[in-house]
């Protein structure tokens, strides 16, 4: 270890003096410690951690008598360091559990050692090849243009049910007429036996409901669940399938059995 | 050493250097770019023409292409490849009650015109209904009828029956099966008055306005 | 007939093809393109990966260069050539030396707390230094800590690799050594408070983060 006392006479305090006339420019105590340990001229690893301390000290006395503020991390950073300083001079008190002068030197010269492997870093980052000054990215770019194709579907049951109200126009007047708003499960069940029978693929349970009951919300209510009703007992019956692709979305039924056609 | 930099300071740079060159500019510059301008951004003594000549050969039928617009130079896709820069996305959707009605008729009658089509179902059919039908592929023009006026007349396709699952048009279900199966279950009571029939009618229709 | 369809419909196009197309699908962006999206604009079966390999081995040692970031890939001008673009320079915001000092902290450290970085700094981090950062668009939210307090953290993103011509956060300069020495623990301060329960976070954290 160097001799501290040379750092905490003459050359701290030309340091001191140097480093006063910007302090604007540094960032924070840190900052100054790491430009104070270049003046030791070693290696960060070997600093001479109470030596530093005496530098700092000198640079802040320096600021007081010149009367220039400096921001409160400065100070504090001081305070410690005049902690620190006693820790390392005075013998250890084996009453004290408190971490060691050298363990907080150790800390402390790790700090050092970290930013200035982080500044190193830096301009190692800055000084790499840089996109817009170095290389180039592409100048004339095509964008991709978006086309959006609707496939329009329907099942054979849609087909047979949009056959039979043409047919039912003419002939027939729609069943749900004849009826309260009210559709029994009975009824549904009713219907649905023979609707399965074209069922072989997925289709939205609200496609199977009559004509003239998807209209009014009450009616349509009602046809709704005895319709839902129905299929569970169907589904019970183990004659068609039930899904659902998540909560509150569509109930989906098919004929059971359809997966092998 | 010293050599070497002069080299570089008064000579032109290997063709295969002035090849790279071009390559670079013209993939950076947001414009296509002149061979005058090739020439005054490359080093002294550099020939754009000929090193362009060069790319122009290597890029021959790769994925992009060194292609000339107007007085300048540019690097393109490949004419072939324009696909790639279209994103499609599929949007599946229930066919209309119009093109489903449609579709059934020309399926249990075929072949049908469109006069029949329009009588059966009681509403005029629109244009358009019958060309989705057409481009979906599921409905073709079949021959013309040998009445007044040929009308031409629609059949349902071998991708229809695909698609339903049918075997041929005549499979699908009569209306006595139909009936059956619970879909002409609209019977009316036989002992209901004509009367009601108008009354109720009205009361439905007032209520489907109103959803 | 029908096998002739489906061939078309199933089998991938050949390498040779497949390889172009990634040609021209990278030449027309100037963002890096990830290899999912690459696969998602090809035809059905092509291996995207595999053709950027070929691609990237073919423009070896050309003007413009097949480069990797993140899991994405890009086409950019060789790092030599650059003198030739001046044109095309853009001029970077000069960063201040605080905000060049947080931006390497950030990508050695990452994620990274801001209290983290001043830690480092032994001074604190101004809100515009970071924010400068992130509107670069150099620096992204991470994940928060598992802390008290779950602080914000603080990651490098992709366009950061792109900027530095880094293939991913792994490959930044001297990253090896500085954790071999140790240099990127985050040692707590012998006399601080001991709630530090998150020591060997940091570094699995790191790894993680670039997935």
């Known amino acids: ?261 | 050493m010293d050599g070497e930099i002069r080299d570089t300071l008064f000579e032109a740079p290997p063709m295969a250097e002035q090849e790279r060159m071009v390559e670079a500019i013209l993939f950076a510059t947001a414009e296509p770019v002149t061979v005058a301008e090739l020439n005054a951004r490359m080093p002294h003594g550099a020939d754009a023409k000929k090193a362009l000549a060069h790319l122009e050969k290597r890029y021959d039928g790769r994925g992009v292409a060194v292609v000339r617009v107007g007085d300048a130079w540019a690097i393109r896709t490949a004419p072939d490849l324009g696909f790639l820069m279209r994103k499609e996305t599929v949007e599946t959707r229930k066919l209309s009650r119009a093109a489903i009605e449609t579709l059934a008729i020309i399926a249990y009658h075929q072949p049908v015109t469109r006069a029949e089509i329009e009588e059966i179902r009681g509403v005029g059919v629109s244009r358009g209904t019958v060309d989705q039908l057409i481009e979906m592929g599921w409905v073709r023009l079949g021959r013309r009828k040998m009445t007044p006026g040929r009308p031409v007349t629609f059949v349902v396709t071998e991708e229809f029956l695909d698609h339903f699952g049918l075997e041929n048009a005549r499979d699908l279900p009569g209306l006595k099966e139909l009936r059956a199966a619970g879909l002409l279950e609209n019977r009316p009571a036989p002992d209901a008055p004509t009367e009601d029939e108008d009354d109720n009618e009205q009361s439905d229709m007032f209520e489907e306005g109103q959803a």
């Open chain 1, 1 to 261: 270890m160097p001799d501290g006392d040379t750092f905490g006479s003459l050359d701290a305090r030309l340091a001191a003096e140097a480093l006063i006339v910007d302090v604007e420019g540094f960032e924070g105590p840190l900052d100054v410690l790491l430009t104070l340990a270049r003046t030791q001229k070693v290696d960060l690893r070997a600093i001479s951690v109470l030596a530093l301390a005496r530098q700092y000290l000198a640079f802040v006395e320096r600021a007081k008598t010149l009367r220039i503020e400096l921001a409160a991390d400065y100070l504090v950073m001081a305070a410690w360091l005049a902690f620190l300083k006693s820790r390392l001079l005075l013998p250890p008190d084996p009453e004290d559990d408190a971490p060691s002068g050298e363990d907080l030197a150790a800390h402390l010269a790790f700090q050092l050692e970290r930013l200035q492997a982080m500044r190193d870093s830096a301009a190692r980052l800055m000084a790499r090849d840089q996109k817009g000054r170095d290389f180039f990215q592409r100048g004339i770019t095509e964008d991709v243009s978006r086309v959006r194709r609707i496939k329009y579907t329907a099942t054979l049951l849609d087909l047979l049910q949009g056959y039979a109200r043409i047919r039912t126009k003419d002939e027939f007047r729609p069943y749900s007429m004849d009826r309260e708003h009210v559709m029994t499960m009975e009824q549904a069940l009713d219907r649905m036996r023979g609707l399965l029978a074209f069922g072989g693929e997925w289709a939205d349970l609200s496609t199977y409901l009559p004509d003239g009951w998807d209209g009014s919300p009450s009616r349509r209510r009602s046809a709704t669940a005895s319709h839902f009703a129905a299929a569970l007992e169907l589904a019970k019956a183990g004659k068609l399938e039930l899904r659902q692709g998540e909560t509150f979305g569509k109930i989906e039924i098919r004929r059971a059995g359809s997966d092998g056609q």
